[in-house]
């Protein structure tokens, strides 16, 4: 069993900045890959960015590429995603989720993921 825990959401004009936190528990967190997913109002929930066991892999979707940056903390059991020059298109509820302990490396299927996070509002103002 995980559970997730998101924090760092907030407001934020556009060009700006945030840090999406995410504290998991569990004795497992080193072995599973991370992601992040988001969704906006009245869309599909869409693959933000993934990290592997050991973070030396990570895949980005291409909207957020350049911009947003995953890393982890296995000592702490924490994802982060880190958000840079952000824009209104940004603006959705932001999931953390945990990989199924066959992925090794950063994936983005959303099948790939059976622990997600209770999410965190991220609002980019125009």
């Known amino acids: 069993q995980v559970q997730l825990v998101e924090s760092g959401g907030g407001l934020v004009q556009a060009g700006g900045s945030l840090r999406l936190s995410c504290a998991a528990s569990g004795r497992t967190f080193g072995s599973r890959a991370m992601g992040w997913f988001r969704q906006a109002t009245e869309k599909e929930r869409e693959f933000v960015a993934a990290?592997?066991?050991?973070?030396?892999?990570?895949s980005y979707a291409d909207s957020v590429k350049g911009r947003f940056t995953i890393s982890r903390d296995n000592a702490k059991n924490t994802v982060f995603l880190q958000m840079n020059f952000l824009k209104p298109e940004d603006t959705a509820v932001y999931y953390c989720?945990?990989?199924?302990?066959?992925?090794?490396?950063?994936?983005?299927?959303?099948?790939?993921?059976?622990?997600w996070g209770q999410g965190t509002q991220v609002t980019v103002s125009s």
């Open positions: 990290i592997g066991r050991s973070g030396g892999s990570t």
């Open positions: 989720a945990a990989a199924k302990l066959t992925y090794f490396y950063a994936v983005s299927a959303k099948s790939a993921y059976d622990y």
